[in-house]
């Protein structure tokens, strides 16, 4: 078995991304690999050892990837590693933070606790905090990393150009967590619209202050796109108060092809996202934030 002093080990499905946070961090990179037996029970193996270990994964559609992931950090461990990092851009079950329902599990404690037995430092990008106010609350005794995903799609909009008259909507009062440090990074105005969610795909979007929008391009900013719901109903009320122009910028793009027609049909003229989550919408690259990140720690 090789040995490296500081590595980043991807899987397959992220072995791209996972090899540019390499590049970034001027670490060697591997890939754990996974096999799969015929009664669905994974083997897991790092080709590596290293003292300093990265474990690069986005965790959506997270249950069978979790796994594999706690199989990972075990065998990174027993090999020697001193530090682990588990770098999961998109970070699942961070909603589920309170028991809504009585007999309900509180999911969000629960991953929390369990990843916190397996590594040192959690990365996530634009985690979906409510209730648990900072990322290091979610992981008990360990430390962990909130990147801004709204930063990132600033620095592309600052690269590529958007009108100065932008009107910068986050689709519902919790996104101005997105939508404000978007629109402060590149000078545009912003304001929140208010959202009721009467299901998994049907939301009631209404805008406080609809006549700002008229007459000018409204770039819709949120951290997700699921079912697309929210999207294509802050869309609706955005053109109906007169917007020119309907697009998206959005940190996690978590939607099929069924919700990207959808969105299509909505008038959207088009959606900007990070590669936190693989994804055909994808144009901004997280890896220089992230080794930001985790060269920034001590
Ligand atoms: C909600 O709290 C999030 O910020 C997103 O607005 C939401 O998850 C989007 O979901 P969907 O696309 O299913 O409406």
Not at 127 to 143: N, Q, S
Not at 154 to 161: I, L, S, T, V
Not at 246 to 256: G, N
Not at 257 to 265: C, E, F, L, N
């Given at each position: 078995?090789?040995?490296?002093?500081?590595?980043?080990?991807?899987?397959?499905e992220?072995?791209?991304?996972?090899?540019a946070?390499?590049?970034?961090?001027?670490?060697r990179?591997?890939?754990?690999?996974?096999?799969?037996?015929p009664?669905?029970?994974?083997?897991?193996?790092?080709p590596?050892?290293?003292?300093?270990?990265?474990?690069?994964?986005?965790l959506?559609?997270?249950?069978?990837?979790?796994?594999?992931v706690?199989?990972?950090?075990?065998?990174?461990?027993?090999?020697?590693?001193?530090?682990?990092?588990?770098?999961?851009?998109?970070?699942?079950?961070?909603?589920?933070?309170?028991?809504?329902?009585?007999?309900?599990?509180?999911?969000?404690?629960?991953?929390?606790?369990?990843?916190?037995?397996?590594?040192?430092?959690?990365v996530?990008?634009?985690?979906?905090?409510?209730?648990?106010?900072?990322?290091?609350?979610?992981?008990?005794g360990?430390?962990?990393v909130?990147?801004?995903?709204?930063?990132a799609?600033?620095?592309?909009?600052?690269?590529?150009?958007?009108?100065?008259?932008?009107?910068?909507?986050?689709?519902d009062?919790?996104?101005?967590?997105?939508?404000?440090?978007?629109?402060?990074?590149?000078?545009?105005?912003?304001?929140?619209?208010?959202?009721?969610?009467?299901?998994?795909?049907?939301?009631?979007?209404?805008?406080?202050?609809?006549?700002?929008?008229?007459?000018?391009?409204?770039?819709?900013?949120?951290?997700?796109?699921?079912?697309?719901?929210?999207?294509?109903?802050?869309?609706?009320?955005?053109?109906?108060?007169?917007?020119?122009?309907?697009?998206?910028?959005?940190?996690?793009?978590?939607?099929?092809?069924?919700?990207?027609q959808?969105?299509?049909?909505?008038?959207?003229?088009?959606v900007v996202s990070?590669?936190?989550?693989?994804?055909?919408?994808?144009k901004?690259?997280?890896?220089p934030?992230?080794?930001?990140?985790?060269?920034?720690?001590?």
């Amino acid at each position: 078995m090789r040995h490296f002093s500081k590595a980043v080990f991807g899987f397959a499905e992220c072995r791209g991304e996972a090899a540019a946070l390499a590049r970034a961090l001027k670490a060697r990179s591997a890939e754990v690999s996974v096999h799969r037996f015929p009664d669905g029970e994974s083997l897991v193996r790092v080709p590596a050892a290293a003292k300093d270990a990265i474990l690069y994964r986005p965790l959506h559609h997270p249950n069978p990837k979790l796994v594999e992931v706690i199989f990972a950090l075990s065998a990174l461990r027993a090999n020697g590693a001193k530090r682990i990092i588990l770098v999961a851009p998109y970070l699942p079950y961070m909603r589920q933070d309170k028991v809504f329902w009585p007999c309900e599990a509180l999911s969000q404690k629960v991953l929390g606790t369990m990843l916190s037995r397996w590594c040192d430092v959690i990365v996530a990008v634009e985690p979906h905090l409510h209730r648990t106010r900072t990322i290091t609350g979610v992981f008990p005794g360990r430390r962990g990393v909130a990147v801004s995903g709204a930063l990132a799609l600033a620095r592309y909009f600052k690269g590529n150009g958007i009108a100065k008259d932008t009107f910068v909507l986050g689709p519902d009062e919790e996104a101005y967590r997105s939508a404000q440090p978007f629109a402060e990074a590149l000078r545009l105005q912003w304001g929140t619209a208010v959202k009721k969610r009467r299901g998994d795909n049907k939301v009631a979007v209404r805008l406080p202050n609809a006549a700002r929008l008229k007459g000018r391009p409204v770039l819709i900013v949120d951290d997700v796109i699921s079912t697309g719901a929210t999207v294509i109903a802050a869309a609706s009320v955005a053109k109906r108060a007169g917007a020119t122009s309907v697009a998206a910028a959005v940190v996690h793009a978590l939607y099929d092809r069924r919700a990207a027609q959808a969105i299509k049909r909505a008038g959207i003229r088009s959606v900007v996202s990070c590669d936190g989550v693989p994804h055909p919408s994808n144009k901004v690259a997280l890896a220089p934030d992230l080794a930001a990140a985790i060269k920034a720690l001590r």
